[in-house]
């Protein structure tokens, strides 16, 4: 008789926060409550990241705001959100009630504006703050506040309000992610999301018009995770052993093993939830699925198997020379 398959220890930690399984929704891609809970059990998920949100209501960029691109698609969303007030009454109940761990996103235009989403958001319940740096900071040159270590670790130390964990959400839009991460672990950030979306634009040929209405914008997808990879790769190499969440092209199980080996402790699934929105809750199953066809115990086990692998690797062909 066969031995009994042990289970897989699919539990994390990122920071202080325990998370049962290191699978999350990714924020602009799960709307700002139960949405997906039509195709989910969302306390199944390791947390629920919202779309991002601010101190104000906002409208968003105007249409076209999404299409398809090679692997992936653009999008000018322009983070059109209700305002955190709105949001805490009408939306969180029913996502809390649902059992699911949230993780809030916020973003703002002066730091100011990031201070007050995330005063508003102080003793709501929520699991931690993922900050959202990847704005035009409108107090400096119109660049984005990740583009900057000063200003994005005055945006983290602003949304320490929130008194939950902070995690930073980087952009790869930049020379050095690596002194950016550095600087936003300085300002009190317990883990970084990385990464935003890459910049990118689409030009209809016939009309020579922009295909998003706002000219420009986000390019997300397939066709953005070995830029993902990279980037955690070499912040996890330059800074250690901290605790990254990995977001960026993830459809299956392997893609998170892939982004966990680099270095993340956790992932978020985001675009592949446009054409199946169950795409978070198979991802986890195909991870677990992954992890027990080769005896892995522990998804913890998982983080930063790259950089043990190629320290190995590098060693053994030295000896060998």
Do not use: K
């Given at each position: 008789?066969?031995?009994?398959?042990?289970?897989?220890d699919?539990?994390?930690r990122?920071?202080?926060?325990?998370?049962p399984?290191?699978?999350m929704t990714?924020?602009g891609?799960?709307?700002?409550g139960?949405?997906l809970?039509?195709?989910m059990?969302?306390?199944?998920l390791?947390?629920l990241?919202?779309k991002s949100l601010s101190?104000f209501?906002?409208?968003?960029?105007?249409a076209?705001?999404?299409?398809?691109?090679?692997?992936?698609?653009?999008n000018?969303?322009?983070?059109?959100?209700?305002?955190?007030e709105?949001?805490?009454e009408?939306?969180?109940p029913?996502?809390?009630?649902t059992?699911?761990?949230?993780v809030?996103?916020i973003?703002?235009?002066?730091?100011a504006?990031?201070?007050?989403a995330?005063?508003?958001?102080a003793g709501?319940?929520?699991?931690a703050?993922?900050v959202?740096v990847?704005c035009?900071?409108l107090?400096?040159r119109?660049?984005m506040?990740a583009c900057d270590?000063?200003?994005?670790?005055?945006?983290?130390?602003a949304?320490?309000?929130?008194g939950?964990?902070l995690?930073?959400k980087?952009?790869?839009n930049?020379?050095?992610?690596?002194?950016?991460a550095?600087a936003?672990?300085?300002?009190?950030?317990?883990?970084?999301?990385?990464?935003n979306?890459v910049?990118g634009?689409?030009i209809?040929p016939d009309?020579?018009v922009?295909?998003l209405g706002?000219g420009?914008?986000?390019?997300?997808?397939?066709a953005i995770?070995?830029?993902?990879?990279r980037?955690?790769?070499?912040?996890?190499?330059a800074?250690?052993?901290?605790p990254?969440?990995?977001?960026g092209?993830?459809a299956?199980?392997?893609?998170?093993v892939?982004l966990?080996?680099?270095?993340?402790?956790?992932?978020?699934v985001g675009?592949?939830s446009?054409?199946?929105p169950?795409?978070?809750?198979?991802?986890?199953?195909?991870?677990?699925?992954w992890?027990?066809g080769?005896g892995?115990?522990?998804?913890a086990e998982?983080?930063?198997?790259a950089?043990?692998?190629h320290?190995?690797?590098r060693?053994?062909?030295t000896?060998h020379?």
């Open positions: 008789m066969a031995e009994p398959v042990p289970p897989v699919l539990s994390v990122i920071g202080s926060v325990e998370l399984n290191p699978v990714a924020s891609t799960a709307g700002y139960t949405e809970g039509t195709y059990d969302l306390s199944e390791g947390a990241v919202t101190s209501p906002w409208s968003g960029n105007p076209p705001r999404v299409v398809s691109a090679p692997a992936g698609m653009l000018a969303v322009g983070l059109q959100n209700p305002g955190v709105s949001w805490l009408r939306e969180l029913s996502v809390l009630r059992g699911a761990r949230v809030a996103s973003w703002g235009r002066t730091v504006e990031y201070a007050s995330a005063g508003a958001l709501a319940g929520i699991t703050l993922e959202n990847s035009p900071n107090e400096g119109g660049e506040f270590p000063a200003a994005t670790a005055d945006v983290l130390g949304a320490a309000a929130a939950v964990p995690w930073a980087l952009t790869p930049v020379t050095d992610i690596t002194e950016i550095a936003a672990l300085g300002a009190g950030a317990e883990a970084l999301t990385l990464t979306t910049l634009m689409s209809d009309t020579a922009p295909s706002n420009g914008g986000g390019l997300s997808g397939p995770r070995p830029v993902v990879v980037a955690i790769y070499d912040v996890r190499a800074l250690g052993d901290v990254i969440v990995g977001v092209g993830i299956t199980g392997s893609h998170a892939e966990m080996a680099a270095g993340a402790c956790a992932v978020q675009t592949a446009f054409y199946d169950r795409a978070p809750i198979n991802v986890l199953c195909e991870l677990r699925d992890c027990l080769r892995i115990a522990t998804a998982l983080t930063a198997r950089h043990h692998t320290e190995t690797h060693i053994t062909e000896g020379r």
